[in-house]
C-alpha cells in the first residue's frame, strides 16, 4: 500500500508561482511512476505531469509546458510541481497519483494509489 500526502496549495495572484509537494510511503518509491492531475469543477480529471524513474520519462500537458516543472527527490520519497506564470484557468483541486509498475504511462486509469488532494486557487 503506498500513501500519498499532497501539501503546497493555496491562493495565489495570476502571474505567481506555487510548489506543491507530495510525500509517499513506500520502499520502491524511485521506480514508482508519479504524477500530478488537477479537477476543477465540471470537468474531468486531467493529468499535468508525470515522471517515470527515468529522466527521459517525462511529460507535460500542453496547458502547463513552459509553466511547470515535475521533478522527485528519490532520497526523500517525494516529488514536487513546481507552477510559474499561473493562470485563472489552473484553478483546481490537485492530486498526486503513484504507479507501482515502472511502465510510464500517461493514462489515468493506470495510476494505483492517489493524494487527497490540495487546492490551488489563482485569482485574476
Known amino acids: 500500500q503506498v500513501q500519498l500526502v499532497e501539501s503546497g496549495g493555496g491562493l495565489v495572484q495570476a502571474g505567481g508561482s506555487l510548489r506543491l509537494s507530495c510525500a509517499a510511503s513506500?520502499?520502491?518509491?524511485?521506480?514508482?511512476?508519479m504524477g500530478w492531475f488537477r479537477q476543477a469543477p465540471g470537468k474531468e480529471r486531467e493529468l499535468v505531469a508525470a515522471?517515470?524513474?527515468?529522466?527521459?520519462?517525462?511529460y507535460y500537458a500542453d496547458s502547463v509546458k513552459g509553466r511547470c516543472t515535475i521533478s522527485r527527490d528519490n532520497a526523500k520519497n517525494t516529488v514536487y510541481l513546481q507552477m510559474n506564470r499561473l493562470k485563472p484557468g489552473d484553478t483546481a483541486v490537485y492530486y498526486c497519483?503513484?504507479?507501482?509498475?515502472?511502465?510510464?504511462?500517461?493514462?489515468?486509469?493506470?495510476?494505483?494509489?492517489w493524494g487527497q488532494g490540495t487546492q490551488v486557487t489563482v485569482s485574476s
Open positions: 515522471s517515470g524513474w527515468s529522466a527521459s520519462n517525462t
Open positions: 497519483a503513484a504507479k507501482s509498475d515502472s511502465s510510464f504511462t500517461i493514462r489515468t486509469i493506470d495510476y494505483d494509489y
Open positions: 513506500g520502499r520502491t518509491f524511485s521506480s514508482y511512476v
